[in-house]
């Protein structure tokens, strides 16, 4: 097995990337539920309904004036949310990549996968 897989940071950067995954997880998954409600026109007094506009109304508002809000007889297609989800998922893409790049790698190991990059 290569040295690099048992570097003293591989664990940590895994941990970071657990990390990144869940918490892009519940956004994305908050931001479903908010999707969802809109377009089934749920009862925005509702308590859970409540509960998940103002959970979701932070992670929203930069994408809100984007894209015109659709309405589908009364209820509400969010293309904004749609757009929120693809954009938190490529940031934590991103990160976790950054994070990745920390990695330790052999010179031969380092070699290769350079050489890849060129063709």
Do not use: C
């Amino acid at each position: 097995m290569d040295s690099s897989h048992n570097s003293s940071t591989t664990k940590p950067l895994y941990r970071g990337t657990q990390i990144v995954w869940y918490i892009v997880g519940l956004i994305e998954v908050l931001l479903l539920f908010r999707f969802v409600l809109k377009l089934l026109g749920a009862n925005a007094g509702a308590g859970f309904t409540s509960f998940i506009y103002g959970a979701t109304n932070f992670l929203a508002s930069p994408f809100i004036s984007v894209f015109r809000v659709s309405y589908i007889e009364g209820n509400i297609f969010e293309w904004t949310t749609l757009l929120a989800m693809l954009v938190y998922w490529i940031i934590a893409m991103g990160i976790v990549k950054l994070f990745l790049m920390g990695k330790t790698v052999s010179t031969p190991e380092a070699a290769v996968k350079l050489e890849n990059q060129e063709k």
